[in-house]
């Protein structure tokens, strides 16, 4: 049942990949490289139309007007911060900044390319209502750009006072910086960003539009990897800025596959979909009875939809065709079955729009469902996938029975391959001890006057003594038992003593407090070495297997065809 059900999530995802106009879907894909090579600059007027409601002719006659009033010569930046609902543009006159492809709803990406420098379009309607749009600005397109941060957050409520004190603070930090110090350490020490403080201050990889302006425009001001801001103002706070790269927009043969998965998840593949759709539905001889829809939907009480309530059971005698295909009938009755199904017979809205939303629904999917079928038979390609992805599942369950979970679960098993092979498990001189690690020779030298303190018993005392009560991970330590060849030669490991802290090749510092010494070989135990065991026994499982495969279906080449083969 868990193959057969991971298989057919498997066959539904593939399908959508088959299931839309390709052509259609690899000019969307090309529009939206296209589109990558610039950032525009654009600010808008929003009327808002409630969500889901179909009724939208007053938001339109609104912004209609409003377009109107802007052709007459009014100024667009006072209209939108009097009418507009987008609160957070109204502000700045509309003004939403730079944007690039995929980065807004399809309608409104494609207008914002299409419009002038210095002219607004016409009402716009997306999920959200209708937009008038005005294009500020273009520029060749930024590309990505990751960068690391330290910042010093500014509570509002502190006021003047507390504004200074944060900026004398990101001020001594840049002090610190320019004589040398390591940002990595300053951030563990100073920033107050929660998100980037456990990544040395590093952030994920942006482009244009995802970060507040004044920060944006900071970071792709910088010009060389390790190149620093001065402190940027935004409304979080101070923050110092280090360029870590850039990433111009990459060749379309390298990033084709990738923008096509994106494009295959926005809005606009919906395009490709309904020209598939009905290019299916000549294939299929789709006919409909709109008049039987009708009566179906006068059948339905507007009630039913102010309840929330729904049972099919009620429309059982309503059986005329309601559309059809490849001679397969689908009656009113079988729509409602669906309306139940779909709604767990819970639903809710406007009836005419609500109900022929759900009717497209059904219609969309019996197309779908009857080419889903048929693409085992039509399309190599999705056949060849298909047969490929079912026999590598039904490979891995059988491999994690008899090998992986095997190793896991067989205790017997594991302990007498343990018996029979334990002259491999050796521990080579050894020490069992404390392996501190500090962030760098200042915290190292910290640990040294900590560990020769008899106040401090255990190894959580002596790192919290060192860390203090802000960040615990100055300091960090793991016990343990640990070969001596861990640790740089020459290293003086006696037992009772720490050794000298010695320095690592990412600029962090070790320090080995030792507890007992090994200085011959000794035998690990199965629990210390059960990493190991249980590896080398899945593979000893492994070929044990494919033994008994090879013995029970032998294979045998034909020499004679091989031959020619390579002919």
Same mark, same amino acid.
């Given at each position: 049942?868990?193959?057969?059900?991971?298989?057919?999530?498997?066959?539904?995802?593939?399908?959508?990949?088959?299931?839309?106009?390709?052509?259609?879907?690899?000019?969307?894909?090309?529009?939206?490289?296209?589109?990558?090579?610039?950032?525009?600059?654009?600010?808008?007027?929003?009327?808002?139309?409630?969500?889901?409601?179909?009724?939208?002719?007053?938001?339109?006659?609104?912004?209609?007007?409003?377009?109107?009033?802007?052709?007459?010569?009014?100024?667009?930046?006072?209209?939108?911060?009097?009418?507009?609902?987008?609160?957070?543009?109204?502000?700045?006159?509309?003004?939403?900044?730079?944007?690039?492809?995929?980065?807004?709803?399809?309608?409104?990406?494609?207008?914002?390319?299409?419009?002038?420098? =210095?002219?607004?379009?016409? +009402? $716009? /309607? @997306?999920?959200? !209502? #209708? *937009? &008038? %749009?005005?294009?500020?600005?273009?520029?060749?397109?930024?590309?990505?750009?990751?960068?690391?941060?330290?910042?010093?957050?500014?509570?509002?409520?502190?006021?003047?006072?507390?504004?200074?004190?944060?900026?004398?603070?990101?001020?001594?930090?840049?002090?610190?910086?320019?004589?040398?110090?390591?940002?990595?350490?300053?951030?563990?020490?100073?920033?107050?960003?929660?998100?980037?403080?456990?990544?040395?201050?590093?952030?994920?990889?942006?482009?244009?539009?995802?970060?507040?302006?004044?920060?944006?425009?900071?970071?792709?001001?910088?010009?060389?990897? =390790?190149?620093?801001?001065? +402190? $940027? /103002? @935004?409304?979080? !706070? #101070? *923050? &110092? %800025?280090?360029?870590?790269?850039?990433?111009?927009?990459?060749?379309?043969?390298?990033?084709?596959?990738?923008?096509?998965?994106?494009?295959?998840?926005?809005?606009?593949?919906?395009?490709?979909?309904?020209?598939?759709?009905?290019?299916?539905?000549?294939?299929?001889?789709?006919?409909?009875?709109?008049?039987?829809?009708?009566?179906?939907?006068?059948?339905?009480?507007?009630?039913?939809?102010?309840?929330?309530?729904?049972?099919?059971?009620?429309?059982?005698?309503?059986?005329?065709?309601?559309?059809?295909?490849?001679?397969?009938?689908?009656?009113?009755?079988?729509?409602?079955?669906?309306?139940?199904?779909?709604?767990? !017979?819970?639903?809710?809205?406007?009836?005419?729009?609500?109900?022929?939303?759900?009717?497209?629904?059904?219609?969309?999917?019996?197309?779908?469902?009857?080419?889903?079928?048929?693409?085992?038979?039509?399309?190599?390609?999705?056949?060849?996938?298909?047969?490929?992805?079912?026999?590598?599942?039904?490979?891995?369950?059988?491999?994690?029975?008899?090998?992986?979970?095997?190793?896991?679960?067989?205790?017997?098993?594991?302990?007498?391959?343990?018996?029979?092979?334990?002259?491999?498990?050796?521990?080579?001189?050894?020490?069992?001890?404390?392996?501190?690690?500090?962030?760098?020779?200042?915290?190292?030298?910290?640990?040294?006057?900590?560990?020769?303190?008899?106040?401090?018993?255990?190894?959580?005392?002596?790192?919290?003594?060192?860390?203090?009560?802000?960040?615990?991970?100055?300091?960090?330590?793991?016990?343990?038992?640990?070969?001596?060849?861990?640790?740089?030669?020459?290293?003086?490991?006696?037992?009772?003593?720490?050794?000298?802290?010695?320095?690592?090749?990412?600029?962090?510092?070790?320090?080995?407090?030792?507890?007992?010494?090994?200085?011959?070989?000794?035998?690990?135990?199965?629990?210390?070495?059960?990493?190991?065991?249980?590896?080398?026994?899945?593979?000893?499982?492994?070929?044990?297997?494919?033994?008994?495969?090879?013995?029970?279906?032998?294979?045998?080449?034909?020499?004679?065809?091989?031959?020619?083969?390579?002919?």
């Amino acid at each position: 049942p868990g193959i057969q059900a991971e298989l057919g999530g498997y066959k539904k995802q593939l399908a959508k990949t088959y299931l839309t106009d390709k052509e259609v879907t690899d000019k969307l894909v090309k529009e939206a490289y296209d589109r990558m090579k610039k950032d525009v600059r654009v600010a808008h007027i929003l009327i808002g139309t409630p969500r889901g409601s179909d009724d939208t002719l007053a938001a339109y006659k609104e912004a209609d007007s409003l377009y109107n009033v802007l052709t007459a010569g009014a100024d667009f930046a006072n209209l939108a911060k009097s009418v507009s609902e987008d609160k957070q543009s109204s502000v700045n006159g509309g003004d939403i900044g730079f944007i690039t492809a995929m980065q807004v709803v399809y309608p409104f990406e494609t207008e914002a390319y299409q419009t002038p420098i =210095g002219k607004f379009s016409k +009402p $716009v /309607r @997306t999920l959200y !209502g #209708y *937009h &008038i %749009i005005k294009k500020l600005d273009e520029r060749a397109a930024r590309g990505e750009i990751q960068v690391s941060q330290i910042m010093v957050g500014v509570q509002k409520s502190a006021g003047k006072e507390g504004e200074a004190k944060s900026k004398d603070r990101i001020d001594s930090v840049l002090v610190m910086l320019k004589k040398g110090e390591k940002f990595e350490s300053l951030v563990e020490k100073y920033s107050e960003d929660k998100f980037s403080k456990n990544t040395q201050g590093t952030l994920a990889s942006f482009a244009v539009g995802q970060m507040v302006p004044e920060f944006e425009d900071a970071a792709f001001g910088l010009k060389n990897p =390790g190149d620093m801001t001065e +402190p $940027v /103002r @935004t409304e979080f !706070g #101070y *923050h &110092i %800025i280090r360029l870590i790269k850039k990433t111009p927009v990459r060749p379309f043969d390298t990033i084709k596959t990738e923008l096509t998965r994106k494009v295959e998840k926005d809005g606009r593949i919906d395009i490709a979909r309904r020209l598939y759709t009905e290019k299916i539905k000549q294939k299929v001889n789709f006919k409909e009875d709109v008049s039987a829809l009708e009566e179906l939907i006068a059948a339905i009480p507007d009630t039913n939809l102010r309840n929330g309530l729904f049972n099919a059971s009620d429309y059982k005698r309503f059986n005329k065709r309601i559309f059809e295909m490849t001679g397969v009938t689908f009656t009113q009755s079988d729509f409602a079955n669906y309306i139940e199904q779909y709604t767990k !017979g819970k639903i809710y809205g406007q009836k005419e729009s609500t109900l022929r939303s759900l009717y497209k629904n059904y219609t969309d999917k019996a197309i779908y469902d009857f080419q889903e079928n048929k693409l085992l038979d039509e399309n190599e390609e999705y056949r060849n996938l298909l047969t490929e992805y079912r026999d590598g599942i039904m490979l891995f369950e059988l491999t994690d029975k008899t090998v992986w979970s095997k190793a896991s679960i067989d205790t017997t098993g594991l302990q007498q391959f343990y018996e029979k092979n334990k002259e491999k498990y050796i521990w080579q001189p050894a020490i069992k001890g404390v392996v501190y690690k500090t962030v760098d020779e200042s915290y190292a030298k910290k640990l040294v006057m900590e560990l020769n303190n008899p106040n401090n018993k255990t190894p959580d005392e002596v790192a919290k003594a060192v860390n203090g009560d802000g960040s615990q991970g100055f300091v960090t330590f793991e016990s343990g038992k640990y070969e001596k060849s861990r640790f740089p030669v020459g290293t003086k490991l006696v037992a009772g003593k720490h050794a000298a802290y010695f320095k690592n090749k990412d600029e962090s510092y070790t320090l080995v407090d030792v507890k007992e010494v090994f200085d011959t070989p000794t035998q690990k135990t199965l629990s210390e070495a059960k990493g190991y065991v249980v590896s080398e026994y899945q593979e000893y499982l492994e070929k044990q297997w494919l033994a008994e495969l090879e013995n029970k279906y032998p294979v045998v080449v034909n020499q004679e065809t091989l031959k020619a083969m390579i002919r």
